[in-house]
């Protein structure tokens, strides 16, 4: 892009004054985009990483990416995490290829150079005889460090960059809805051991999307749901305690807006004796009030921007993905779950995450799926065919209200904004703060850029 072309009004066609919001079909299938992408936004912020209940003992190591750039998170001997490029000092080769494990001492492959679990070079191959100048030998040789890591309540994030807001600004208004469901378990909360991992051939934010999207359900879905039905009527597996989806449709519902692009929805549970917490409800009422317990026993989706998703729908889940390329996207889901639960609950639990999360459920085919038809039918030139502005993040404006509704008075929130309705409503509004966000770094990105 040449100097004055950038403007992300190009992109997302935000007038709240006019109750106009739209994104244009280029920000999920314009590779050109996908690149400004990774150095703007995944490069610039915060990212998920893991859950600190993933690296229980020194030593033990998790490794994934920011971005492009793979990363190595530890504990060190003493325990303390820590973060790092994953990626030697010697000539830059990746360290380890396993997603994790235990190891005291990382060795390069490639030529052997060696690094403890606290990133520091322990051992350079033959450096006596390699006849290495002066200059060489004051540098350091350690592992580069992220320029942030932090965690909040387990869930562990890093940053490239050292000019990002502390990690709880990020989270911001947030923290509290999720907190609901980070403070089920009166030990914490832990990463069911185990995950599904999976590629699709779509862009990464068709499943931001997704994971906020209550409008798909009963199309998208509707096998599921025809075998819910048969479910209520005693056929098939019980076991999994599926919800009445035919009750859950006449609930109230809403949103909440975030700033930092940072959103959640929100619906009424009407069967609330099929949470796998509900046994330990009445502890966990004791412990953190009443309006809480009550709203830990809701459906909630949130997304914290730009890679990561809190789902309690049917399931507690942690999702997190990395793009890939603008039509590739990499998924993974954890089961999450209180310290210490029962093994009968934690049965339940699984039972419910398997039965609609997994590859092999009954929901994440489907949606999965209908990313790549939406890739295909976004393909081409939208000049050419006049597929520009998509018409998919309107649903719900009308009923848009500045601040904090009741809903989120009751939860001493402090939204940007907030809706609510009926189920039927099927709001697009937690679209809102995602875009806007997109916009607002991308745009500073073109700018330190000087692309504008």
């Not at 971005?67 to 001997?77: I, N, S």
């Not at 994953?86 to 390069?108: F, I, P």
């Not at 919800?243 to 009424?268: E, P, T, V, Y």
Request: glycine share 8%; with cysteine.
């Amino acid at each position: 892009m040449t100097r004055r072309q950038w403007d992300s009004s190009r992109y997302v066609d935000d007038r709240p004054a006019q109750q106009i919001f739209r994104v244009h079909r280029d920000v999920y299938a314009d590779p050109a985009l996908f690149e400004l992408e990774q150095r703007y936004i995944f490069e610039r912020s915060w990212a998920f990483l893991c859950h600190e209940s993933q690296l229980p003992k020194a030593h033990d190591y998790i490794a994934t990416h920011i971005g492009r750039q793979p990363v190595l998170v530890t504990r060190d001997a003493k325990g303390q995490l820590r973060g790092f490029l994953n990626a030697c000092r010697h000539k830059g080769a990746q360290l380890t290829r396993m997603d994790s494990g235990n190891k005291r001492y990382h060795v390069c492959a490639y030529h052997g150079w060696g690094y403890d679990s606290s990133g520091r070079n322990v051992d350079i191959k033959d450096a006596k005889a390699g006849g290495y100048p002066a200059a060489f030998a004051s540098d350091n040789h350690d592992l580069l460090p992220l320029a942030q890591l932090a965690s909040y309540k387990g869930l562990v994030f890093g940053s490239l960059s050292a000019e990002v807001q502390p990690l709880e600004e990020h989270l911001g208004g947030l923290r509290p809805v999720m907190d609901l469901a980070l403070d089920q378990g009166e030990h914490g909360m832990e990463f069911v051991p185990g995950r599904i991992s999976l590629i699709y051939h779509g862009n990464w934010k068709m499943q931001m999307d997704n994971g906020i999207d209550p409008y798909h359900l009963t199309s998208t879905h509707a096998g599921f749901m025809d075998v819910m039905g048969r479910r209520r009527d005693g056929e098939g597996n019980q076991a999994a305690r599926q919800f009445d989806w035919q009750k859950r449709l006449s609930q109230q519902g809403g949103a909440f807006l975030f700033k930092n692009g940072h959103s959640a929805i929100w619906l009424n549970q009407a069967e609330v004796e099929k949470r796998p917490i509900y046994p330990a409800i009445e502890a966990i009422r004791a412990r953190v009030g009443d309006t809480r317990a009550d709203w830990m026993l809701k459906l909630r989706n949130l997304t914290v921007f730009p890679n990561m998703q809190i789902a309690d729908s049917t399931s507690l889940l942690v999702r997190s993905w990395r793009a890939l390329a603008v039509d590739r996207t990499e998924l993974r889901y954890w089961c999450l779950a209180p310290v210490g639960e029962p093994a009968a609950q934690r049965a339940w639990r699984l039972r419910q995450f398997e039965d609609f999360f997994n590859v092999s459920g009954m929901a994440t085919p489907d949606d999965t799926v209908l990313y790549e038809d939406m890739q295909r039918g976004l393909a081409g030139d939208s000049r050419e065919h006049g597929m520009g502005w998509l018409q998919g993040h309107t649903r719900g404006i009308s009923d848009l209200r500045p601040g904090a509704d009741e809903a989120a008075q009751a939860l001493g929130l402090q939204p940007e904004a907030c809706m609510q309705g009926l189920f039927d409503t099927q709001t697009e509004t937690a679209f809102i703060p995602v875009y806007r966000e997109w916009a607002r770094l991308m745009q500073a990105g073109a700018e330190r850029d000087g692309k504008v």
